[in-house]
């Protein structure tokens, strides 16, 4: 099992660029839930997905959008890049509608450096 | 303002000690979990709880729930080297909205 695998591991872009993360769950997991870790801080919650459809969302502009795909796999688009977009994103997979209520498996994040 | 405290924000200690991290918020959760995350990776889950007052143990490592299930502490005990990281406390809303505190970043010096 190959567990939550996420791409690519490190990114540099820059300010005003946009940018795709992806991230395959977990095998047998259908919730997604994508995270913005900044240095020294908790992560913290942007969006999460089941059955395709965006069902929870934290407190992040509309320049974070998703998609989660058939297969289950997801992607985190950021447009017009901002130097506070520079953190580390995360990917958490779960199983069924309320798995993350019993834990959730997040992979090794993509460090996203915006100059 | 985070929904979840954690303290202490840092802890630095002897091999051998014992050490508690807090983990309180004014929210009831449907669960509380604990994770370890070592640096450049995702956070791994340790332990969930999801009855007030439950106490769980993981070798050295206990975790209890508050009875109002707003709090949280994990224990430590004769912590080594190799507990070294950043411990987060994740509490759920609602059975599927994650809340993060923002860490304890413990290191122990052999």
């Known amino acids: 099992d190959a567990g939550v695998t996420q791409s690519p591991t490190h990114l540099i872009k820059t300010r005003g660029q946009q940018v795709t993360l992806r991230c395959s769950p977990k095998s047998g997991h259908d919730t997604v839930s994508w995270y913005q870790q900044a240095l020294g801080q908790g992560p913290q919650f942007i969006f999460q997905y089941y059955e395709e459809e965006e069902r929870q969302r934290g407190n992040f502009p509309d320049r974070f959008s998703g998609h989660q795909f058939p297969n289950y796999s997801s992607e985190l688009n950021v447009n017009a890049l901002l130097l506070g977009d520079s953190a580390l994103y995360l990917c958490?997979?779960?199983?069924?509608?309320?798995?993350?209520?019993?834990?959730?498996?997040f992979g090794q994040g993509t460090r996203l450096t915006v100059v | 303002t985070q929904l979840l405290e954690q303290s202490p924000q840092f802890l630095s200690i002897q091999e051998g000690e014992n050490l508690t991290v807090y983990c309180n918020s004014s929210?009831?959760?449907?669960?509380l979990q604990w994770y370890r995350q070592e640096p450049g990776e995702g956070p791994v889950l340790l332990v969930t709880?999801?009855?007030?007052?439950e106490v769980k143990k993981l070798k050295r490592l206990t975790f209890q729930f508050g009875d109002a299930r707003k709090d949280s502490s994990l224990h430590i005990t004769a912590a080594q080297p190799g507990d070294t990281g950043l411990y987060l406390c994740?509490?759920?809303?609602?059975?599927?909205?994650?809340?993060f505190g923002s860490g304890t970043k413990l290191n122990v010096k052999p």
């Open positions: 958490a997979s779960s199983p069924g509608e309320q798995g993350p209520w019993r834990g959730a498996f």
């Open positions: 994740a509490g759920v809303h609602n059975f599927n909205k994650f809340y």
């Open positions: 709880v999801v009855t007030g007052g």
């Open positions: 929210s009831v959760f449907s669960s």
